[in-house]
Structure formats: C-alpha cells, structure tokens
C-alpha cells in the first residue's frame, strides 16, 4: 500500500510455524524490504540509505526478535549475528534476482485508483494521508506469480 504522502507499507505474517526455515524466510523477507528500497535507489540515482539508518528500522527489530527462535541445530555453532549477516546477504541477492516481480507488483500498485485510506483491525495508522492505493491478498500471489516468485495468502495471521 501506498498513502498519497509517498508512505507506503507491505504486510506480511511474521509468525513462524516452528521450524527453522519458517523462521529464515521471515527473518530475509523482513531485510528485503530495506534492500528492495535500496535497489530502487540505486537503479533511478537516488542516495541509498546507510547501513545504520537500516540497522535502526523496525524491520530490522523485528527480524532480530525472531531470529532468536533459530534452533541450536540451524545455528550449528555459529553466533547470531553471523547467521544475521548471511541472512542479509540473502535477502539482498534475492532482490537482485526477484527484480523483475518486485518492480511489477510496484507498477501494479501505482496503477491502481486512490481510495480512502482504510484503518488497520488494530485501529493503527500507516499514514497521514487520506488517500492510499493498495494491492492485496490473492492479487500479490497471482501478480508475482506472473514472474515466477511464489507467495501464499493468508487471511488471518
């Protein structure tokens, strides 16, 4: 979604269904976001954002949050931030690859009609906008599937 003041947010669910892999893939969906921004960036000439303004989001909050339910197995003996640092440099790389299906879902986003800016269950605003564009559910799924990203919806998390 997108706010007519160029705020914009993605949602997904960030709750782990118990293995290290649920966990992984969170932990790098929630870095790619900073890294598609970055990519974004880069691609039109704008100034990327610095490592520590990243380090500070709340992306990067949470993935450190959730990266503490890795199992001893998965960590193999190594400390979290070296998995966080692998895990970043996936995310990173898998932007570059996704390329194509992110700018998409992007342009479909940016086709879409301004509505009134809908509130959240939990009544928080995203933005102070009153207008917003949004793509959701069944539409991201089938949008990025058109470029060989697979997603889920789910209705509930």
């Not at 160029?6 to 649920?22: E, I, R, V």
Request: proline share 3%; hydrophobic share 40%; glycine share 8%.
């Amino acid at each position: 979604m997108v706010g007519q003041d160029a705020n914009g947010l993605a949602c997904f669910c960030k709750k782990p269904q118990g293995t290290d892999a649920s966990v992984e893939a969170i932990i790098v969906a929630s870095f790619a976001g900073c890294y598609a921004e970055n990519y974004f960036r880069n691609l039109r000439g704008y100034q990327v954002r610095d490592y520590w303004t990243i380090q500070w989001s709340l992306d990067w909050k949470e993935a450190r949050g959730i990266e503490g339910q890795l199992s001893h197995g998965y960590l193999a003996g190594r400390i979290i931030p070296t998995v966080h640092t692998v895990l970043e440099n996936r995310a990173e790389q898998l932007v570059a690859e996704k390329w194509p299906g992110i700018e998409g879902l992007a342009q479909a986003l940016l086709s879409k009609p301004w509505e009134p800016l809908k509130a959240f269950k939990s009544g928080t605003q995203w933005s102070e906008a009153a207008m917003a564009k949004y793509v959701i559910g069944d539409e991201i799924v089938e949008i990025l599937g058109r470029f060989d990203v697979t997603a889920q919806c789910v209705q509930e998390c």
